[in-house]
């Protein structure tokens, strides 16, 4: 098949985890006869310097085309003035946005030989397969009003707002339930239900879907209580669908289950095919221009790719395959307790894709 992906390096370490990536995605193609296009465009603070805005046209029209996005991250100390009208993660919020992008998903799987990379307990860790579903283009993030002002007497107020329509928790929910009938059928949808009006439309709604879907179950958890439950009992989590920002946090945490969070991909779906794929990881300036950055979240984020825009399941397995294998063998980078450079653990898994199951 022919495929024209969007490449959106970003800043810090992106480069180079998103080099990595893209040359996994060429032995793939060359491997079972598919043409695969790139087109490289800016995003995020190397978007501001270079055109003043961190979401240029140019990368969103590039964007509107493409089969697929595959990003690095945003972001960095340059760019990091709390006054600033610009900044790089508005190039990540706003794509998000203007693609409808509206579910993330961020699969958590513990691999076998990285028990002792996470700070818990091993047994708390085994047998831990989950997929979080993060809301992505509303909640928190998104809501209006957003404000700061000064009053006449000095004092100074900010506005965030946690805004949801049913429309927008039922498209998000329903895709949760949808993933969960092909995984151990199980639904966790998380919200702050005794708190906040919104969290109560959130679980009236995830309710109503889960009445079309009678072989799924479906729980109801806190976010409070989840975040515990995260570290305790994680192998009892099967799909969790959640707010934007809740979901945003709870990924960062269960990060510490995989060991690193440069293990963890990430899909942002819409309605369309065209999807955007990114570790969860940030820009990581101290690591960047060092070699050193673990490229396994995004080389990962690409199999999701080949998977969910592609349509490619074979060639999304091989990689992952390919990647466990890697790992397996000791290939790790200094996240994992290793010495592996950027590059090698790069060529650790294109080394690998050949073995088919
Ligand atoms: C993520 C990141 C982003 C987010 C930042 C960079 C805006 O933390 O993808 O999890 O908050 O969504
Ligand atoms: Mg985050």
Redesign the pocket.
């Known amino acids: 098949m022919k495929a024209n992906i969007v490449l959106l390096p970003g800043d810090g370490i992106g480069p180079e985890i998103v080099a990595e990536a893209r040359a996994v995605l060429d032995a793939v193609a060359a491997e079972f006869g598919h043409a695969l296009s790139y087109e490289t465009h800016l995003i995020g603070g190397s978007a501001i310097d270079a055109h003043g805005t961190a979401l240029p046209e140019v990368t969103l029209e590039a964007c509107r085309r493409a089969d697929a996005i595959l990003l690095g991250?945003?972001?960095g100390p340059k760019w990091d003035d709390p006054a600033a009208k610009v900044r790089?993660?508005q190039g990540?919020?706003g794509l998000?946005k203007a693609m409808g992008l509206y579910a993330?998903l961020r699969p958590v799987k513990p691999h076998p030989r990285l028990l002792s990379a996470s700070p818990l307990r091993p047994e708390r860790l085994e047998g831990v397969d989950l997929l979080v579903v993060?809301e992505?283009t509303g909640g928190l993030?998104f809501g209006q009003p957003r404000l700061r002002e000064t009053r006449a007497d000095g004092t100074t107020r900010a506005v965030d707002t946690l805004e949801y329509t049913d429309a927008e928790i039922r498209r998000v929910v329903a895709l949760a339930f949808r993933l969960a009938s092909g995984r151990r059928k199980k639904v966790t949808s998380v919200d702050k239900a005794n708190v906040l009006e919104s969290s109560r439309l959130w679980r009236q709604v995830a309710s109503a879907v889960g009445k079309d879907h009678p072989a799924i179950a479906l729980e109801h958890q806190l976010v409070d209580s989840c975040a515990m439950r995260l570290l305790t009992h994680a192998r009892e989590f099967d799909v969790i669908v959640t707010e934007?920002?809740f979901?945003?946090i709870l990924?960062?945490e269960a990060a510490v289950l995989a060991g690193s969070l440069g293990m963890l991909p990430?899909a942002s779906l819409g309605d369309g095919k065209c999807g955007l794929y990114?570790p969860?990881h940030?820009s990581a300036p101290d690591l960047a221009g060092k070699g050193i950055a673990n490229p396994l979240g995004t080389i990962l984020s690409a199999a999701m790719l080949l998977r969910h825009s592609l349509e490619l399941p074979a060639e999304a397995a091989a990689i992952e395959r390919a990647a466990f294998r890697a790992v397996d063998e000791g290939v790790l980078s200094a996240d994992l307790g290793g010495r592996a450079s950027t590059r090698e653990m790069g060529e650790a898994v294109r080394a690998r894709l050949g073995s088919h199951a």
């Open positions: 991250a945003v972001g790089p993660e990540l919020l998000r993330n993060r992505l993030y934007n920002l979901g945003d990924t960062d990430s990114e969860i940030g």
